[in-house]
Nanobody, 128 residues
């Protein structure tokens, strides 16, 4: 069982930046991702990364957010630049240990049920 712990949430003004971190209790799972959820909405996939550092992003954050990972530090990061009020949400990191095949990464952002491990979440608030 892998435990994930997020850090780095907080409040920022529109146009500002934040960096989220996710630390795994053991080696990082093969796939790692960031999801977010705001009140009254479902969980939305934001970005995902595979062990070879291939990445996927939802259209709403392309060009503004960057996901990365450091396997030696068992950590996954989400740098969020040029933030907008609509980025306000609880952000969760998620991990899936098993390889899913070629092109599997591209489907993960719409399939939160494919992830085995979840962190507790951190709040990100962007004010206008």
């Amino acid at each position: 069982q892998v435990q994930l712990a997020e850090s780095g949430g907080g409040s920022v003004q529109s146009g500002g930046s934040l960096k989220l971190s996710c630390l795994a209790s053991t080696s990082s799972p093969f796939y790692m991702a960031w999801f977010r959820q705001s009140p009254g909405k479902g969980r939305e996939g934001v970005a995902a990364i595979e062990q070879d550092e291939s990445t996927e992003y939802t259209d709403a954050v392309k060009g503004r957010f960057i996901i990365s990972r450091d396997l030696a530090k068992k950590s996954t990061y989400l740098v969020m630049d040029n933030q907008k009020p609509e980025d306000t949400a609880m952000y969760y990191c998620a991990g899936r240990p098993c390889f899913g095949g070629q092109k599997y990464l591209s489907s993960l952002l719409t399939r939160p049920g494919e992830f085995d491990y979840w962190g507790q979440g951190v709040q990100v608030t962007v004010s206008s």
